[in-house]
């Protein structure tokens, strides 16, 4: 499986400040998402990472919210904009393996606090 | 949209006994079933999965168990060790690429 590492692991905010969250694979794959799991919770998908276009969003979360870059095949980056303490989460960025398109891989997640 | 029910919350077994924790989903054209595996400060990490094309698959102590039928699949953890304790998510897919998941179990290994 693909190695995926987050950056930042961690961070401490304050609201109304927006936040980027980096996820690198070290090879290329095609499908790219990003998921939201809330203090104790399971795991939301918010959207897909599309490469060369628009990120696609699932119902309740909205570009302006969550805005996503997809600039090549192993980078991507999630926004988490004008935060409030209810965004503070695990937002955690996964692959398609070459297992099958189904098979999804996840990185170590992004500790996110918002003050 | 898709359900997935994911029974128990928590479960706490003694080393060396098996643990079981099913899951129960409505939408009958899932065809992949994944568990994953997320300890503490971690991300969710792939154990097993299984396609709808078989009814059992094992690896080593674990196993998934499916009945498309009942819309249920199972996953059995045999001669538990403590480092088995975390938390395990099972999923389906819906549509081409998109995991629901289920609500997650808390296992803990008692030595």
């Known amino acids: 499986s693909a190695v995926i590492s987050q950056k930042p692991s961690r961070d401490i905010c304050q609201r109304g400040t927006s936040l980027t969250i980096q996820c690198q694979v070290d090879?290329?794959?095609?499908?790219m998402f990003w998921y939201r799991q809330q203090p104790g919770q399971s795991l939301t998908l918010i959207a897909t990472?599309?490469?060369?276009?628009?990120?696609?969003?699932e119902s309740g979360f909205v570009i302006d919210k969550f805005p996503i870059s997809r600039p090549n095949l192993t980078f991507s980056t999630l926004t988490v904009s004008n935060m409030s303490p209810e965004d503070s989460s695990i937002y955690l960025c996964?692959?398609?393996?070459?297992?099958?398109?189904?098979?999804?891989?996840f990185g170590p997640g992004t500790r996110l606090l918002v003050l | 949209g898709e359900n997935v029910e994911q029974h128990p919350s928590t479960l706490s077994v003694q080393e060396g006994d098996s643990a079981v924790i099913k899951c129960t989903y409505s939408d009958s054209a899932s065809n992949y079933f994944p568990w994953y595996k997320q300890e503490l400060g971690k991300g969710p990490q792939l154990i097993i999965d299984i396609r709808s094309n078989v009814g059992e698959k094992k690896d080593q102590r674990i196993a998934v168990t499916l009945n498309k039928t009942a819309k249920h699949f199972s996953l059995h953890i045999t001669e538990t060790q403590p480092e088995d304790s975390a938390v395990y998510f099972c999923a389906i897919i819906q549509g081409a690429q998109k995991l629901v998941f289920g609500q997650g179990t808390r296992l803990t290994i008692n030595p």
């Open positions: 090879s290329q794959v095609t499908m």
């Open positions: 990472a599309n490469q060369g276009s628009e990120a696609t969003y």
């Open positions: 996964s692959v398609g393996g070459a297992g099958g398109q189904e098979t999804q891989y």
